[in-house]
């Protein structure tokens, strides 16, 4: 399949349109040691943090990140 340059500026809106509604990984990456944190705390972070949450699920390069923090910090506790 060829991609016309209008069908790229189409994807290029679309993906504009999902991002508004997302956090990007530099955002995400800011509020990843909160996240983490609340949940070390046992409060509910997927709840009170939805949009970090959603990233988590969707990006495995900030999921990386998380579970390594996550990691670090309980080896930490223990
Ligand atoms: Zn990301």
Do not use: W
């Amino acid at each position: 399949m060829k991609l016309s340059s209008e069908d790229i500026q189409k994807m290029m809106e679309a993906v504009k349109m999902t991002r508004e509604h997302e956090l990007d990984c530099g955002h995400c990456y800011d509020e990843i040691d909160q996240f983490v944190e609340m949940e070390l705390s046992g409060k509910n972070a997927a709840e009170v943090m939805p949009l970090v949450q959603q990233h988590l699920d969707l990006c495995g390069a900030c999921r990386e990140e998380y579970q390594a923090l996550l990691d670090t910090l309980k080896a930490f506790i223990d």
